[in-house]
């Protein structure tokens, strides 16, 4: 069992920065690989970016790549997804997830566990 919780949301301006915390509990935090979506209203929930268990090997889609960077800290079984450049388009409720294959996977049905989504705002 893994549980996740997120945090770290909230408002913002375009242009500005956030950093979104996934703090995890459970199994042990370094065998699996950590993915974060978003699902903004009325739209599918959307891949952002996913981190295997050593943090060596990252994905990104294409829309976020340049702007938003993921990390990890097993010490403190945490992801962080710092998210700079912000635009009205990133607001969405941003998810992580764990997958316990630690794939690096955009496919957000291959994930095991996921927490219960933090929301982030950005105003033009």
């Known amino acids: 069992q893994v549980q996740l919780e997120e945090s770290g949301g909230g408002l913002v301006q375009a242009g500005g920065s956030l950093r979104l915390s996934c703090a995890a509990s459970?199994?042990?935090?370094?065998?699996?690989?950590v993915g974060w979506f978003r699902q903004a209203p009325g739209k599918e929930r959307e891949f952002v970016s996913a981190?295997?268990?050593?943090?060596?090997?990252?994905r990104y889609a294409d829309s976020m790549r340049g702007r938003f960077t993921i990390s990890r800290d097993n010490a403190k079984s945490t992801v962080y997804l710092q998210m700079n450049s912000l635009k009205p388009e990133d607001t969405a409720v941003y998810y992580c997830?764990?997958?316990?294959?630690?794939?690096?996977?955009?496919?957000?049905?291959?994930?095991?566990?996921w927490g219960q989504g933090t929301q982030v705002t950005v105003s033009s």
């Open positions: 997830a764990a997958d316990l294959a630690n794939g690096l996977q955009v496919g957000a049905s291959v994930y095991d566990y």
């Open positions: 981190i295997i268990w050593s943090g060596r090997s990252t």
């Open positions: 459970g199994t042990t935090f370094s065998e699996y690989s």
